[in-house]
């Protein structure tokens, strides 16, 4: 006998944190979100303040949008619970969200579990993956329910990654077919080079799918580039590019999460 399909009250995601919020960073920066903080990733970037080895053994869940009242769910979350949530965040407070950001960590790494759970989310908000842009299989078998994709491409100066300039070609041939931005984190140690590859990749795609430099911003809002070296970045990029955008992640400015 053939097993029982899954239904989505069995399946359950290793979740960070659930919270309404503005998003900070990239095209959709300004707009109030659902964020849904996926634990794991496939990358290890020198900047990271997310990823730990082991997912937390607890979700830090917002019960009522933006107000901060987290209460602790054990983990793994049950996506049905998310779905619940969802629905009465709709119901008490119709319109206040724009989307729902699936981020991480890297939320491709649970694709099946996506593919799976997209078709009902997306009935509640549209959705936007933000993704590190490697996964390119992954976004593949998801990527009919997507409405926006956020996706880096990875410096090797600022991410301590080398070698994903063929992953995020691949990745932003397939992810084209939807409404697209690139970021790429830039420093002080950023070289032309980099950021000529970065916007070759994305001009071969498509010479107006944004780029946006995003200048690695610390805890409280603090930038460690010069402004001169941002005007030049940026120059480097609009030879290939015809929408260059310098944003930092403007989130931690406003102290929002
Ligand atoms: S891709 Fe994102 S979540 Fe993964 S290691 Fe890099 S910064 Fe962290």
Redesign the pocket.
């Known amino acids: 006998m053939l097993p029982a399909p899954l239904t989505m009250s069995d399946v359950s995601a290793p979740m960070i944190e659930i919270f309404s919020s503005i998003q900070g960073e990239g095209m959709l920066v300004g707009l109030r979100q659902v964020f849904l903080r996926f634990h794991g ?5 020198l ?2 303040d ?2 730990t080895p082991e997912a937390p053994l607890q979700c830090q869940m917002e019960g009522t949008p933006g107000r901060r009242d987290f209460i602790a769910v054990a983990n793994p979350v049950p996506l049905s619970r998310l779905t619940t949530l969802f629905a009465g965040w709709q119901r008490g407070w119709p319109g206040i969200h724009h989307s729902i950001s699936l981020t ?3 939320p491709l790494l649970l694709h099946e579990l996506l593919r799976e759970w997209l078709p009902l989310l997306k009935t509640y908000l549209p959705i936007y993956l933000e993704t ?1 842009g490697v996964l390119h299989a992954e976004l593949a078998s998801v990527i009919a329910d997507l409405q926006h994709i956020g996706m ?1 491409i ?1 410096l090797p100066s600022t ?1 301590g990654c080398t070698d994903l300039w063929a992953h995020h070609r691949q990745f932003l041939a397939i992810a084209a077919q939807k409404k697209v931005f690139v970021k790429a984190v830039i420093n002080a140690a950023t070289e032309d080079w980099e950021i000529i590859k970065a916007a070759e990749i994305v001009a071969a795609v498509d010479k107006d799918i944004p780029l946006i430099l995003q200048p690695v911003t610390g805890r409280t809002g603090t930038i460690d580039l010069s402004p001169i070296k941002m005007l030049e970045l940026q120059e480097v990029a609009c030879r290939y590019l015809n929408e260059v955008r310098v944003i930092p992640q403007t989130h931690k400015l406003m102290g929002q999460l």
């Open positions: 990733c496939n990358l290890r970037c900047y990271c997310t990823v991480g960590g890297e590190n880096d990875k991410s």
